[in-house]
C-alpha cells in the first residue's frame, strides 16, 4: 500500500534539553538497560569510569568543559545496567549550515564503555538506547569525530562515515617548492596573490575581539561552520586546546588595538601539523595560501616533514595540496560519523528542499525519481506545487542507494557523478542520472574541529 511520507519534521534552534525519566529513556521496559541524563552528583562516577576505561583524556579537560558557556550537566548521559554506569556519551546540542540554513545537530563525544561489559549485544544495546532519546533534542542527526579505527567498528552499529575530503594532506618541501615557484598553476596563482602591506604573525590577546568579528563576517557570508558567541571564543582562547594562532593582518607587525576589527584580514588554527581552520574576510580569500605557506614553513622548521589541512570540502585550498606530493605511509585522519534515527522523515523533508531547486534552476515538472534503498521502494515526486516521498512506488527511473548513502544524500555529502561512473550508485535510466546531476549538489557541512578540540 502506497502512502506519502509526511514533511511534518521541524526543529527549533537550540530549546533547552528535555528532562527525561529513567523510564522513558529505556531500550524496553523491562530491560536493565537504561540511557539517563546525569545530574550534578554523577560527575565524580563519571570520571572514575573515564579513568577505568583508560580514557584518553585528561582531568583538567573535564573541568574545562563545565566552563563551557553553554554547559549543562545533562549533555553528558549515562548508560547503566541496574544503577550500576557502565557507559558514557556527550552530546551537546549544536547548529551547522546546511543547504543554506542552520541546522541543528548533536554533536556526540567521549563515548565509552567499560571494559568488561564490551560486546556487540551491549554496545548494540547502548545506541538503541541513545536512539530512544533522540526525540529529547533538537535537529535530524548526531555527528561523531573519532579515530580510522573506531569509525569503522562504530560504522557495523549504524553509524555512517562522510566522505573524508574536508581533510588534504601535503609533504611541507614540495608544497613549499609548489607556492613559490614559477610552475604555479592559474588557480594557486589567484588564491596566493598577496596583498602588499599584509603581515602574517601569531595573534595577541588584544585582538581576541577581531577574531569574534572576523568569523562572524565568514559565517554568515560564506554559510560554513557553526555559530560561536564572544564567550565561547573566549572560553576556546583561555583553555588553548591548539598549539598556535596565526593573523594575517594589514599594515606590519604593529599591535592591533581599536582598529584590529578592520586590520586583521584573516587567521589560522594550528595543533602539532595540523592546520584545522584557515578563515578569512569574505573579500580576503587571497589570503590564505600566504598563511599557509607560513604555517608551512614553521613546521619545516620544526621538523614536520608533512601537514594536513582541514576545511570546506568544496574549498579550492584542497586542491593546491592535492597538486603537492605527500609523504609515504601516512598516518589516517580522524573520521568524521554521523547517527540519523529517522533517514525516511528527513528524506520527505528533503523532497521539499529538491523541489525549490528544480523551480530555482528552471526543470520542468513534474519529475518523479525513484529511490531502491536497500531493496524498498520510494519515489521522490516534484509536482508543480510541492515535492513529496511516497513510498512502495519506484517507476522507470530510479537510483539504486544503500541506507547509508541516502544519509549522506539528505547532508549534501553525495558526489553522484562520481558513484554513479563507478558503480557505487547505479542509476536505472539516463533521465534518472540526468535528474541526480541536476538536483543533489555536493557540499556536505563543515564542522571545525576546533569546537570539539580536546586539551591534550
Not at 589560522?268 to 573579500?283: F, G, R, S, W, Y
Request: proline share 5%.
Amino acid at each position: 500500500m502506497r502512502r506519502v511520507v509526511a514533511s511534518t519534521y521541524s526543529s527549533s534552534i537550540h530549546p533547552p534539553l528535555r528532562s527525561a525519566s529513567p523510564a522513558s529513556l529505556s531500550l524496553q521496559d523491562a530491560a536493565p538497560y537504561r540511557l539517563t541524563a546525569s545530574q550534578e552528583g554523577d560527575q565524580f562516577a563519571i570520571l572514575q569510569l573515564m579513568k577505568h576505561c583508560l580514557y584518553s583524556y585528561d582531568e583538567n579537560e573535564f573541568h574545562s568543559q563545565q566552563e563551557r558557556p553553554d554547559y549543562e550537566p545533562r549533555e553528558r548521559l549515562t548508560f547503566r545496567l541496574g544503577n550500576q554506569i557502565i557507559g558514557h556519551i556527550r552530546c551537546v546540542p549544536q547548529q551547522v549550515w546546511l543547504h543554506g540554513s542552520l541546522s541543528a545537530y548533536l554533536q556526540a563525544s567521549e563515548f565509552l564503555l567499560a571494559p568488561e561489559h564490551v560486546d556487540i549485544a551491549n554496545v548494540d544495546a547502548f545506541f538503541q538506547c541513545l536512539d530512544r532519546t533522540f526525540h529529547h533534542y533538537p535537529g535530524a542527526f548526531m555527528m561523531h569525530r573519532t579515530s580510522a579505527a573506531m569509525a569503522q567498528r562504530l560504522a557495523r552499529f549504524g553509524w555512517v562515515p562522510l566522505s573524508n575530503r574536508f581533510r588534504s594532506k601535503a609533504a611541507t618541501e614540495p608544497f613549499l617548492a609548489l607556492v613559490r615557484g614559477q610552475a604555479i598553476n592559474n588557480r594557486t596563482d589567484e588564491l596566493s596573490a598577496k596583498k602588499p602591506g599584509i603581515w602574517i604573525r601569531l595573534m595577541r590577546q588584544v585582538e581576541a575581539e577581531a577574531l569574534v568579528s572576523l568569523y562572524e563576517n565568514s559565517f554568515q557570508s560564506n554559510q560554513i561552520g557553526t555559530p560561536r558567541s564572544a564567550s565561547m571564543w573566549d572560553w576556546l582562547l583561555r583553555r588553548k586546546a591548539f598549539d598556535a594562532l596565526y593573523v594575517a593582518i594589514h599594515g606590519g607587525n604593529k599591535l592591533a588595538l581599536e582598529d584590529a576589527i578592520d586590520r586583521i584580514a584573516g587567521y589560522a588554527v594550528v595543533k602539532d601539523n595540523q592546520i584545522l581552520e584557515v578563515v578569512t574576510q569574505p573579500h580576503e580569500a587571497s589570503v590564505k595560501i600566504p598563511l599557509i605557506n607560513r604555517i608551512c614553513s614553521d613546521l619545516y622548521e620544526a621538523d614536520f616533514r608533512e601537514f594536513c589541512l582541514e576545511a570546506p570540502a568544496v574549498d579550492p585550498l584542497h586542491q593546491v595540496l592535492h597538486d603537492a606530493p605527500s609523504a609515504q605511509n601516512t598516518l589516517a585522519g580522524e573520521e568524521l560519523l554521523v547517527r540519523m534515527p529517522d533517514p525516511i522523515q528527513q528524506l520527505a523533508e528533503f523532497s521539499t528542499l529538491l523541489h525549490q531547486r528544480a523551480k530555482s534552476r528552471g526543470i520542468d515538472l513534474p519529475l518523479d525519481l525513484g529511490l531502491l534503498i536497500d531493496g524498498e521502494k520510494y519515489c521522490i515526486h516534484l509536482g508543480k506545487r510541492k515535492g513529496t516521498l511516497t513510498d512502495g512506488r519506484l517507476g522507470r527511473s530510479y537510483l539504486e542507494l544503500t541506507n547509508a548513502q541516502v544519509v549522506r544524500m539528505v547532508l549534501g555529502d553525495l558526489p553522484i557523478d562520481e558513484l554513479i561512473e563507478s558503480g557505487e550508485v547505479v542509476a536505472s535510466t539516463q533521465v534518472a542520472h540526468q535528474a541526480a546531476s541536476q538536483l543533489l549538489d555536493y557540499c556536505p557541512p563543515w564542522f571545525p574541529a576546533v569546537d570539539d578540540l580536546s586539551m591534550q
